[in-house]
């Protein structure tokens, strides 16, 4: 994650902005004392030539991630230790990041932890620098989901954050049950295989086969990573280009689709 290797201290906050840029701040404005050698102008001039478009994106989607889970896992009013041990098997099992990323990770979910700015306020700003990019917003949503219910226990406090980070990021109400319901709907196949699509099980086959096409796109792990998502969440993009794969071929079976 090239992005984590150029950090200049307090630049790296002054050029994300906002509340995000806040946690940056705080997550990582001491690592260099070097960060004092810059006035405010001069910050700005080095952030911008220290960081390429794709590594800006790649920041804000990393910070957002984390800014937000830290929220999320906190939003019964404590971090409680069944809460931080699943923060910790995402890093180190879902994403597989390396030691410079891990504890950057954790800077980041630390200072979310202690610092200023609400979930609502995280979620708007990464919608802001993503809103052209549903697939992006989708997996985050995703990702709520699959680090909420990973320690068993999922709550209604929990859900109510993601619903609203969902609507926050303009995602609909059929497509958000449909990403519910692959982690705590239905165990049937076929019903699952339509919410992977989005769809009602009363869907046509054209409907089926347009909605296919469209989300092999959008989700293929080669579109993905042109978006500027970091290297280590690209797992996602697989994963779910499998999931979508695996959909059509249980409705081809059961629809007779050619």
Known sequence: MGWIGKLIGGAIGLGLGGPLGLIAGVAFGNLFDRASQYTTSTKTEAYQQQFSPEQQSQMVFFIGAFSMLARIATVDGRLVPEEQAKINEFIDKDLKLDAQSKAAAMRVFN?????????????????????????????????????????????????????EAAAIFGISAALFESIKQRYVGSAKNSVQAYAVLGLQTNASVDDIKRAYRKLSVEFHPDTIASKGLPEEFTVFATEKFREIQQAYDTLKKERTIK
């Open 111 to 163: 200072a979310a932890l202690s610092g200023s700015g609400t979930f609502r306020q995280f979620a708007t700003q990464f919608h802001q620098n993503f809103r052209h990019e549903p697939a992006i917003l989708e997996l985050m949503i995703d990702i709520f989901y699959r680090v909420a219910i990973s320690d068993g226990d999922f709550s209604s406090s929990e859900e109510a954050l993601i619903r």
